[in-house]
């Protein structure tokens, strides 16, 4: 079974700057979140999606951050600007029933 | 609200000792309990769960067991491997949102 997939690994870019992320659901999956997740901190909700509506976005900050699910299949994550705090790994997840979450393997961002 | 609350690392060990991570966790309801792993340059992968108290979980020779009474859900092996070294994160969710709430981690080390 293919896993959650995400792109790019690694993205460095200067402060002010804009970036996004794709991720790609395990198939079938209906939820899908993303997490923030800094250095020596365990990961942090930034949104969850149930197919393409938005079920909890109440940590995402919604001045520079936004995300869709487009057909509730995959979703893309973008940061404008960005900012030096914003530094950290951010991690797809899908969940298609009652276990666990299934993660990505993460999109490192570093900004400079 | 809810909360995950890791013992700190890193835990470092020679291969063939007994390990402990320490989770204990706050929760308005009665939450379903996980342990992920996160190995390096990787996303998190589910690692075993219970979903009630006194269940225990269990996966590669790793074993949690749901303990409501004290709130926690300890990750045990029985002797660790060089290849265990990894980031563990505890982590639960609610019945009804369905949102992970993720613990700090703990970095394990194992020496040959």
């Known amino acids: 079974e293919a896993g959650v997939a995400q792109s790019p690994r690694y993205k460095i870019i200067e402060k002010r700057q804009s970036v996004a992320f794709w991720c790609n659901p395990i198939?079938?999956?209906?939820?899908l979140y993303w997490y923030q997740q800094i250095l020596g901190q365990g990961p942090k909700l930034l949104i969850q999606f149930q197919n393409n509506g938005v079920v909890d976005d109440s940590q995402l900050p919604k001045d520079r951050f936004s995300a869709e699910r487009l057909k509730g299949v995959d979703s893309t994550l973008k940061i404008q600007p960005a900012k030096l705090e914003d530094s950290a790994v951010y991690l797809c997840?899908?969940?298609?029933?009652?276990?666990?979450?299934?993660f990505g393997q993460g999109t490192r961002l570093t900004v400079v | 609200g809810n909360s995950v609350t890791q013992m700190e690392g890193p835990v470092t060990l020679s291969e063939e000792a007994f390990l402990t991570i320490n989770c204990t966790y706050t929760?308005?309801?009665?939450?379903?309990l996980f342990w992920y792993v996160q190995y390096p340059g990787e996303g998190l992968q589910l690692l075993l769960k219970?979903?009630?108290?006194?269940d225990k979980g269990s996966n590669k020779g790793f074993e949690a067991t749901y303990r409501k009474e004290t709130t926690s859900f300890h990750l045990e092996k029985g002797s660790v491997q060089v290849s265990d070294s990894a980031v563990y994160f505890c982590?639960?969710?609610?019945?009804?949102?369905?949102?992970?709430?993720f613990g700090r981690g703990t970095s394990l080390i194992v020496h040959p």
């Open positions: 198939s079938g999956h209906a939820t």
């Open positions: 929760a308005t309801g009665y939450p379903s």
């Open positions: 997840a899908s969940r298609g029933g009652a276990e666990g979450a299934f």
């Open positions: 982590a639960l969710r609610e019945g009804g949102s369905y949102i992970p709430t």
């Open positions: 219970a979903t009630k108290a006194d």
